[in-house]
């Protein structure tokens, strides 16, 4: 099977499994989201899920968040991990959104990427799952999948990007970002990985890689018997 077969099978099996995407993260509007996203960086989607309503509740604009000191909204995302950094990024934004946005979140990627605590992932998601302007963010699941699955070197997350933008079709970025997502948390988990469950990197993956797996399965079914 050639690469394009493969990206074609790829496209085709993701659109089976999830004709409608759920969007991981809880949020009302871009700036629920830019707030969700900067508070999902080495935390999970449940996690944040469980904290923005808390932070919500009492701020969920930018006009109420600077209400706030950084202290009270380190508190409240406190669970989130990386509280300190995170605080003072949600603080200096919002400042930011009203003294030079009227309070909106622009829609550019590089007046994103100039927020305090935001990077060019977190501008993606925003501008992706806000506006509807193609971009594919990729997390731990995308940069892990399109290796496994033999599309991409595995480097580093500016490469796989750079192919995930080059093999696969421009009007697809928004929906397969969060498909690819979804597949990796449901059936090509970094632990507990099987390829039984597995039928994209099965079909698709590099060879190596599903050797290796074959291997570990077989040698974990002997030492079961």
Not at 32 to 47: E, F, G, K
Not at 193 to 199: E, V
């Amino acid at each position: 099977m050639n690469k394009e077969a493969r990206v074609q099978f790829v496209i085709n099996t993701l659109k089976e499994l999830y004709p409608t995407i759920p969007v991981p993260l809880d949020h009302k509007d871009p700036y629920t989201l830019l707030i969700a996203v900067l508070l999902s960086a080495q935390c999970t989607d449940v996690r944040v899920n469980q904290i923005t309503p808390i932070l919500f509740a009492k701020a969920d604009n930018p006009y109420d968040m600077i209400k706030m000191s950084v202290e009270e909204i380190k508190e409240i995302i406190r669970p989130c991990g990386l509280s300190p950094m995170k605080s003072k990024g949600i603080y200096g934004l919002s400042h930011i959104l009203i003294d030079k946005y009227n309070g909106k979140v622009p829609q550019s990627f590089e007046a994103l990427e100039e927020l305090p605590s935001v990077g060019h992932k977190t501008a993606s998601v925003v501008m992706s799952q806000a506006f509807g302007v193609p971009a594919f963010p990729v997390d731990t699941h995308i940069h892990r999948l399109m290796l496994r699955w033999n599309l991409s070197n595995g480097k580093n997350v500016v490469q796989t990007e750079k192919d995930a933008k080059r093999l696969f079709p421009r009007e697809l970025w928004n929906d397969l970002h969060l498909q690819i997502i979804w597949y990796g948390r449901e059936y090509s988990p970094a632990r507990g990985w099987s390829l039984d469950k597995d039928i994209i990197t099965r079909t698709v993956g590099k060879k190596s890689l599903i050797e290796e797996a074959i291997k570990k399965e077989e040698a974990t079914k002997k030492i079961v018997k």
